[in-house]
């Protein structure tokens, strides 16, 4: 059975690792997407091949979003893997992972508000801002859930 554990295990890390991996594309290619629209560069192959590469990382997104369900119901459906894989351990950085996205947010917000306020640059589109949000919350929680698993 110790053998079972560790192959769920470093398939779970795997998972996770690839989901990380996704996000972070995702997430550079929409900020420089964000920042050519601000810019007012939106036409050209540039634009385009940003937009394929965001298309690319969404499927790699979905792809192991789904390996990671699927991994995560095989644990919770067996009781020795359940116990062995969802330990206090685990909860606890999920936790601490949770904290670190929130704290996280809270700059990143911070840093929005001085940026579009403070520095006065125009924000013609607040659903850039929206879904950096996003990007950067589950961005986070993903990034420190790797780390602190590792």
């Known amino acids: ?73 095989e644990i919770g459906a067996d009781p020795l893997l359940k116990e062995a894989l969802n330990n206090e351990l685990d909860r606890l950085n999920e936790l601490k992972a949770w904290k670190i996205a929130f704290y996280s947010l809270i700059i990143f917000n911070l840093a929005a508000v001085y940026l579009f306020h403070i520095l006065a640059v125009p924000l013609e589109e607040p659903i850039i801002l929206i879904i950096s949000n996003l990007l950067v919350g589950t961005g986070s929680f993903d990034l420190a859930r790797y780390l602190l698993d590792r």
């Open 1 to 73: 059975m110790g053998s079972k554990i560790e192959t769920y295990d470093r398939k779970r890390k795997e998972f996770r690792g690839g989901h990380l991996l996704g996000y972070l594309a995702f997430f550079v290619v929409f900020i420089a997407r964000s920042a050519m629209k601000i810019a007012g560069m939106q036409a050209g192959t540039v634009w385009t091949v940003m937009h394929v590469v965001m298309a690319f990382c969404l499927l790699w997104l979905l792809y192991f979003s789904i390996r990671l369900f699927k991994i995560q119901r």
